[in-house]
């Protein structure tokens, strides 16, 4: 069930209305129930998986309490996170595995039949693992006690907001929400509501608008070159964030509705001054997942410079392959980490080992989101031969810039209607992440006079529907990972 689908607005609207009727004591339960429905809507398969996760991590957890060794200990929590670790490397290599015999097959180099089976990764997953891991790493760590109560936690790892694509939790912070009596509360759920309309808005009217032209350019890099090349390029960095950050709004927005507030997962990134602010801002939930559970335990950055940067380099290339096997998605991660390290000699650390503060010019900004679009050509691009092709070939025919602008204009194919369309919803998103720097934008303009706010609300409302699929809703770009 997708967020922008048709079936999942009547299942958000029951859903709602029947928690606030079901006395406190039992929401647990239906709300455990609901998220099921939810994940099982999508194959009935994925609820098995999701039961067989919780369980082991369950008992699993109560069992590092019980155990008094440290040997017993790292025995149990290595049979929790091994498990999950081996699904995840059986999904994310499957597929490539298989690519590469059917390339030996091809060539003749063996004789068996072409393999025709594929792998489809189940949704959500990758996700919902990695928070159990938490889960099991703080428990073995003594941040957290095991919880004891089975639905609590079940609901803890199926919450159904948060199950496809995250943001990934943490146990301290969202247990004793489940658990707390929370009654209707207007502001929150009008807050919520207002959220995942800005969610819907990145999502429908911003990233699925632009990634018609993307997909168009990127699934045929070699019948183009030049500059169409570096416009879908910045539109793809637009795509990629309204696309994860839209999912993330309208989790969030949703799970205020229930009352529960789920972590911060964007802080417009795209106005970041380093590659390391832009990973305090992007995809936050994942990036300090990395850090807690990968970075620190290799000892972060309180060791060696040069241990240091081996710290983040294997940090982002474990990053870029958990997005996928393929060459592109391991590059990508270990570009990130080779520019991290940089930082860290252009920006290193005072003696006490904590990080200086330096001052920032305005030249980063533009640098920084520069470097960031350099960094999506791998990932976006279907193979590293697609992306070299489009990286060697950005500036053909740039020496007659009449020539080099009218190319890309033909082979972007868009009316100046649309063109001006997408303009304006992209700079009503700049402004948007502009101001939220440092105002919390709903918030803030809630407090408008009412023939103010309920124009402006009427009127995304309005942009929305007429965005909204029509037939097959199309899927979230992070739902493939």
Known sequence: MLFNSVSFGIFIIIVFILYYLVPHKYRWIFMLAASYVFYMN?????????????????????RLEQVQTDSAKKRCLLGGILPLVLILLFYKTANPVIERLNLLIDAGRLTMQPLTVRILLPAGVSFYFFQSIGYLIDVYRGKIHAERHFGYYALFVSFFPQLLAGPI???????????KKRPFDYQRVTYGLKLMTWGYFKKLVIADVFAGIINKIYNDVHA??????IIVTIMFAIEIYCDFSGYSDIAIGC????????????KSPYFSFSIKEFWSRWHISLSTWFRDYVYIPLGGNRVSRWRHCLNLLITFLVSGFWHGSSLTYIFWGGVHGVLQIIETFIYPKKRNGEEARHRKHWWQLPLTFVLLCFTWIFFRANSMQDALWVISRLFWYASNPGSYLQTAVICLGVSPIAAM?????????AAYD?????????????????????????????????FAPKGVATEFIYFQF
Do not use: C, E
């Open 42 to 62: 999508l194959h009935i398969g994925y609820g098995i998986l999701l039961l067989a996760t919780t369980l082991l991590t369950y008992l699993l957890a109560r």
């Open 169 to 179: 939790g943490r146990a301290d912070s969202l247990l004793p929400q489940y658990k």
């Open 224 to 229: 183009y070159v030049g500059l169409v090349f």
């Open 255 to 266: 799970a205020r509705l229930f009352g529960i507030d789920l972590m911060t997962n964007f």
């Open 421 to 429: 369309g997408m303009a304006l919803s992209v700079i009503v998103l």
């Open 434 to 466: 502009l101001a939220s720097l440092k105002h919390d934008v709903i918030a803030d303009f809630s407090k408008q006079k009412f023939f103010i706010r309920w124009p402006v609300y009427v009127l995304f409302l309005v942009i929305i529907a007429l």
